[in-house]
C-alpha cells in the first residue's frame, strides 16, 4: 500500500478508538514523538499505552483530514482533533467539555509501516478548551 493509503487507514482506525487498528500500521521499534511530551515515545508498547490512556480521557476522539502531502518515505497531514473529555487525563477528572485544536503528523514509511510520527499540536489549548489550564 502507498504512503497516502496508510495515512487515511490510520486515521480510520483511530476514528474508531481501535488501538490495535492504529498499532498494525507501525513498527514495533517505532519512534512516536509528540511535541508536548519530554521524550519521544519508543517502542510500541510505549506508544499503545499513550493511545490506550488518550481514548480513555477522550474516547469520541476524531481527526477531521484537511490535506495530505509528502512522498513515499515522508508523508505528513494536516488536520484537526477534537474530542469530548470523559475520562482521566494525566491525573485530571473528566470535564465533560470539548476541544478542537488544529494538528499536524508528520509519518516515516518504510513502504510497510511507519517507522516514526511526530506529532505536533497545540496542548495547551486543548487544555484551555478542557478547563484545565
Known amino acids: 500500500m502507498d504512503s497516502k493509503q496508510a495515512v ?3 486515521i480510520e482506525a483511530l476514528n474508531r478508538q481501535d488501538v490495535d487498528g492504529v498499532m498494525a500500521f507501525y513498527r514495533d521499534d517505532v519512534v512516536f514523538d509528540d511535541v508536548s511530551l519530554p521524550e519521544p515515545l519508543r517502542g510500541a508498547a510505549a506508544m499503545r499505552e499513550y493511545m490506550a490512556q488518550f481514548f480513555t480521557a477522550i ?3 476524531h481527526i477531521e483530514v484537511h490535506s495530505l502531502f509528502g512522498d513515499e518515505r515522508v508523508l505528513a497531514a ?3 482533533l477534537f474530542g469530548t473529555h470523559l475520562g482521566d487525563l494525566d491525573g485530571h477528572p473528566p470535564s465533560g467539555n ?3 485544536v488544529r494538528a499536524l503528523s508528520v509519518y516515516e514509511y518504510d513502504g510497510e509501516r511507519f ?3 511526530t506529532f ?3 496542548s495547551a489549548t486543548m487544555l484551555r478548551q478542557l478547563g484545565l489550564s
Open 8 to 10: 487515511t487507514l490510520e
Open 59 to 61: 474516547p469520541d476522539l
Open 78 to 80: 494536516e488536520y484537526d
Open 98 to 100: 470539548t476541544f478542537r
Open 115 to 117: 517507522g516514526r510520527e
Open 120 to 122: 505536533y499540536w497545540d
